[in-house]
């Protein structure tokens, strides 16, 4: 069984900064792609950024020079460094990855259960 477990939300001020740490455990063969994804209250899911297993990375514009997303393929973790945040970034933000279980041929979609990050003065 895989699981993802984010850690690292919290309230702070506008202008602050926040990083998220998401550690992926289980029986895994592989993890392909990672990233973070959030959800505000009322609108929909939303990509943040993602990160290849090579390094690569992509992020939404709206977080384009305020975020940074990073991995650790020994320790299977994800982190988002976040600052200059705004309270538009309020939401919960979800791990995600793209892992290939122990035993099993093929890369399937996981999501942690999420951390609220609440951007306010």
């Known amino acids: 069984q895989v699981q993802l477990v984010e850690s690292g939300g919290g309230l702070v001020q506008p202008g602050g900064s926040l990083r998220l740490s998401c550690a992926a455990s289980?029986?895994?063969?592989?993890?392909?792609?990672m990233g973070w994804y959030r959800q505000a209250p009322g609108k929909q899911r939303e990509l943040v950024a993602t990160i290849t297993r090579g390094g690569t990375t992509n992020y939404a514009d709206s977080v384009k020079g305020r975020f940074t997303v990073s991995r650790d393929n020994v320790k299977r973790m994800v982190y988002l460094q976040m600052i200059s945040l705004k309270p538009e970034d309020t939401a919960v933000y979800y791990c995600n990855a793209e892992v290939a279980p122990s035993g099993n041929s093929g890369f399937y979609n996981y999501w942690g259960r999420g951390t609220q990050v609440t951007i306010s003065s």
């Open positions: 289980g029986s895994i063969f592989s993890i392909a792609n």
